[in-house]
Structures are given as C-alpha cells and as structure tokens.
C-alpha cells in the first residue's frame, strides 16, 4: 500500500508583524512537527525583539482533516507552543476541527478558528469584537 505524500507548510513573518503560516495538502504527525519547529523559530525572533506574538494559520487549502496522529501533533503544538493569540481560517470542517482541537488543549481562551482571512486578521490584531 502505497503511503501519501504530506502536503507542505510555508512560514513567514508578515510585514504586520504577526507570524504566518500556510498548510497545503494533506499533513501527518512529521509535517505538523516540522511546522510547530519552524514557528518556534519565528516567536523566538519575536520575543527576543519583544514584540506580540500573533499567530495566523492558513488553512483553507489543507486538502484533507489531519489523521490521528497528526491531531495529538496539533495538540501538543498548541499547548506547548508560547504565543499570544493564534487565529485559524479555512472552510467550515476545519473550524471545527481547529475549536474541538483548541478546547482539547485548553487553549480556546486565545485560538480562534475563521471562515475567512480578513476576520480572522481583524481580530488577531484585537480589532475583531469578541476576545
């Protein structure tokens, strides 16, 4: 039997200041690792500038929901991770996916999952309503 390819994650600091990242394809347990390493690098840059850490992840092109142990991957990233506030958007099977994982973590305080870029950027700079 032939295994998937993971899809890919690009990581890049906007010119808003907030760290953005993109999941396209389908992900495993080794990208979802692979994406949490190149995060930590940016929030250390981050920090060491003392700036927010603001957090906005694409995921409006992941193909497919992430398999079980790509799940506890997303977890344990979200527990571990130190940030301020992460914003998700994509369509509608991965906002909830994004909240059930968020209240799993015990994060849902500061994630929140978005139908669509703009609102989700709205309210990762505070300027969304609700907190």
């Known amino acids: ?25 389908p992900q495993t347990a080794d990208s979802v ?18 700036k927010p850490v603001l957090i906005l992840l694409d995921m409006s092109r992941l193909k497919i929901t992430f398999d079980a142990q ?9 527990r571990e991770v130190h940030y301020d ?3 998700f958007y994509g369509p509608l099977r991965v906002l909830v996916l ?3 994982l968020a209240m799993v973590s015990g994060v849902q305080h ?3 999952a978005f139908g669509e870029r703009l ?13």
Do not use: C
């Open 85 to 87: 506030r992460g914003a």
């Open 98 to 100: 994004i909240n059930t």
């Open 33 to 50: 690792q692979k994406a949490i390493g190149s995060l930590k690098t940016y929030i250390n840059k981050l920090k060491i500038e003392k």
């Open 1 to 25: 039997m032939k295994r998937k390819a993971a899809g890919r994650v690009e990581t890049q600091l906007s010119p808003s200041g907030f760290i953005e990242q993109h999941y396209i394809g």
């Open 119 to 131: 609102d989700a950027i709205r309210w990762l700079k505070g300027n969304g309503g609700e907190s």
């Open 70 to 78: 790509a799940r506890m991957a997303a977890v344990k990233g979200m």
């Open 110 to 112: 500061k994630v929140k």
